[in-house]
C-alpha cells in the first residue's frame, strides 16, 4: 500500500490515479498529522510513501524525520515530492526526491528504488 501525502487534493488524486495503474493501493493524506495517524494504525501496513516536500504545519522534511523515528523500516522508502526545482536539487543527500510534474515512468521508477532499499 502506498501512503500519498500533499495537501493539494488536485494533485494527491493524480498521483493516486496514476499508482493505482501500477497495481497500487493507495492511502491519501492532506497533512503530516493525517499521515502519522495512518502511520500509527498497526492494521494498516504501508509500504512506500510520497510526500510533499512543502506542506503547511509540519513540513515533508519534518514528517520523514517522524516517520524514520516511528517506522525505522520505511524511513528508507519515503519519496519527498517538489514542485520547486531547487528544492529537489538541493534535497539532502540519500533522500529520494521527485519533481513535479513528474511522469508515470518517473514515478515507477523512483518508487521501484525505494523498495530496492
Known amino acids: 500500500m502506498a501512503l500519498v501525502v500533499d495537501d493539494e487534493e488536485v494533485v494527491r488524486t493524480v498521483v493516486r490515479r496514476m499508482l493505482e495503474r501500477s497495481g497500487w493501493e493507495v492511502v491519501e493524506c492532506g497533512t503530516a498529522?493525517?499521515?502519522l495517524d495512518v502511520l500509527?494504525?498497526?492494521?494498516?501496513?504501508?509500504?512506500?510513501?510520497?510526500?510533499?516536500?512543502?506542506l503547511p504545519g509540519?513540513?515533508?522534511?519534518?514528517?520523514?524525520?517522524?516517520?524514520a523515528a516511528a517506522r525505522p523500516e520505511l524511513a528508507s522508502?519515503?519519496?519527498?515530492?517538489?514542485?520547486?526545482?531547487?528544492?529537489?536539487?538541493?534535497?539532502?543527500?540519500?533522500?529520494?526526491?521527485?519533481?513535479k510534474p513528474f511522469s508515470m515512468l518517473e514515478l515507477e521508477s523512483v518508487v521501484a528504488a525505494a523498495l530496492a532499499g
Open 58 to 67: 509540519m513540513s515533508g522534511s519534518a514528517l520523514t524525520m517522524r516517520i
Open 33 to 35: 498529522e493525517q499521515a
Open 77 to 99: 522508502r519515503v519519496i519527498l515530492t517538489s514542485g520547486d526545482a531547487g528544492a529537489v536539487e538541493g534535497a539532502a543527500s540519500g533522500r529520494l526526491m521527485l519533481a
Open 40 to 54: 500509527a494504525d498497526s492494521t494498516t501496513w504501508i509500504d512506500v510513501v510520497l510526500c510533499d516536500l512543502n
